[in-house]
């Protein structure tokens, strides 16, 4: 039997010490007597799938061990539980710990206690330090630094200096963008499904120039992507109705830059739809995709969720657009064997792990349908005498007032969330500044309704027309028309909040 000496190092850098420098320090506790060396370099101490610990293990098993010597506890392992399980094969084979710089016995209860001890610590450091990993690179994110990553179709990586530092950003390659601009512009349009594209694309002989095939998964997977948006206010909203967190204010919009999409540090969502708690945060590049157009795009994608192909009448053409106020899932249809017949219920309540206790009130399918045909015929009778903005410099001035507009209801909320702890004069303060913004912000939605963008004004008239003759409308065509007039509605405690594309 012969003593082992265990060393190993994750990553070679200045301040950490070597493979060799272990082992010349557990040699000295060997005082000359036969040893056999096992090493692991570049692996980390978070676990025990290592060669050279897996070897000596397997010896220790054999009997061939008496004697286990490592430099430093964290050597060997960094994990309570794996430190256990391997302390409990060393006293099955009647082995021996040593830890040449701590001098721990392990023949003592002290010596055991203590080893238990040091390894708790060991533990918390590579929780510590995978913890500031993680922070470091959420904050790089964050200043729009090139994070790594398989480079999206459209662009190819530049070296860039951002504060300072020198990083990569993306740069547009025409003949690739050109494509997407097709693509995008086809799926905006509701007549082409991603089918009818790929069809497209290879009977027109239009290759992928990075050699993979096309197909509908590589390019719904492109239209989700908000790395090609020219990303202006309306970008910016979306993202914002949706829940996802946007690190950029609102003013930064401006419709040059794109945006990258994070998954954040605390989502859980399994869903590539869903965007609650990622993170938005505007990238150095430029976009090349109108947010108009990729905004169709990605609402199209978002309502795939629920297919119209797999809708029949006897659900509803609401399905797909009526979430749950309170925590922003779908309600979905459910039957029962009453004179309602339908009604919505939301999906997450009752569900495993979800604390939503449902809507709050009974949402009858039919009852719904009817005010939303209500609402319908109303919003679209607003729009009847509206004219188109022809100039971009009026088009600029309507972006703009759209921005102070979202500026103005984020500066409400957070008056609003000091009320609680106010004082009489703060009160007061908070009382007339909430005054002020709430006149501006009336004005402000008074200017845009009356001067909103109406290059669609054929399409609404159409659907204006499909609206009076909507009892003869198709399931699908009834869907077409709430696609087209509606983002989302929710619905909380008898309280339906309609969110509108016009």
Request: proline share 2%; aromatic share 10%; charged share 25%.
């Amino acid at each position: 039997m012969y003593d082992a000496l265990y060393a190993r190092q994750s990553i070679e850098k200045q301040d950490s010490i070597s493979v060799e420098s272990q082992l010349e320090y557990c040699r000295y506790e060997t005082h000359g007597e036969a040893c056999m060396e096992y090493t692991d370099k570049g692996f980390s101490g978070k676990d025990t799938n290592r060669p050279g610990f897996e070897k000596m293990m397997n010896d220790i098993r054999a009997g061939k061990i008496k004697r286990v010597i490592v430099y430093k506890l964290d050597r060997i392992s960094r994990s309570i539980l794996d430190f256990a399980n391997m302390m409990e094969i060393f006293q099955k084979h009647h082995v021996e710990f040593v830890s040449s710089t701590e001098k721990f016995d392990t023949s003592t209860p002290i010596g055991r206690a203590m080893l238990n001890i040091c390894i708790v610590f060991a533990q918390l450091e590579r929780e510590t330090i995978q913890k500031r990993v993680t922070d470091a690179y959420y904050a790089r994110c964050k200043r729009g630094f090139y994070m790594g990553g398989r480079i999206p179709y459209g662009y190819r990586l530049t070296n860039a200096v951002i504060d300072n530092i020198h990083t990569s950003m993306y740069e547009e390659v025409p003949e690739e963008s050109e494509q997407l601009k097709l693509i995008y512009s086809m799926y905006a349009d509701t007549d082409n499904s991603l089918g009818d594209i790929v069809r497209y694309l290879n009977e027109h002989q239009i290759k992928n120039l990075r050699g993979a095939n096309w197909n509908t998964a590589r390019i719904s997977e492109m239209l989700r992507n908000p790395v090609y948006v020219e990303a202006n206010i309306d970008v910016y909203q979306f993202f914002q109705s949706q829940g996802a967190n946007i690190y950029n204010p609102a003013s930064d919009f401006t419709g040059y830059n794109a945006c990258y999409l994070y998954k954040g540090t605390v989502s859980t969502s399994r869903k590539q739809s869903d965007l609650s708690d990622k993170e938005i945060v505007l990238a150095p590049h430029k976009g090349f995709i109108p947010s108009k157009t990729w905004l169709a795009c990605r609402i199209r994608c978002l309502n795939n969720r629920q297919s119209t192909k797999t809708c029949k009448p006897k659900n509803s053409w609401l399905v797909g657009k009526v979430k749950c106020g309170k925590c922003g899932y779908a309600l979905t249809i459910r039957k029962a064997k009453t004179k309602w017949g339908r009604y919505f219920v939301c999906s997450q309540s009752g569900s495993r792990g979800s604390n939503c206790t449902g809507a709050g009130c009974t949402v009858y399918a039919d009852v719904l349908e009817e005010y939303m045909l209500g609402a319908i015929r109303e919003r679209l009778s607003e729009f009847q005498n509206l004219s188109c903005l022809s100039e971009t410099g009026e088009e600029q001035r309507h972006m703009t007032k759209k921005i102070r507009l979202t500026q103005i209801e984020e500066e409400i909320e957070e008056l609003l969330s000091k009320v609680s702890g106010a004082s009489g004069v703060l009160m007061k303060y908070i009382d007339e500044k909430v005054s002020k913004l709430d006149a501006e912000r009336k004005t402000l939605q008074e200017e845009i309704v009356t001067a909103n963008v109406t290059d669609t004004e054929g399409r609404l008239k159409q659907i204006t027309n499909h609206v009076k003759t909507w009892e003869t409308l198709s399931f699908d065509d009834r869907q077409a028309v709430v696609d087209t007039l509606i983002k989302v509605i929710r619905i909380a405690d008898g309280n339906i909040e309609i969110t509108w594309n016009i």
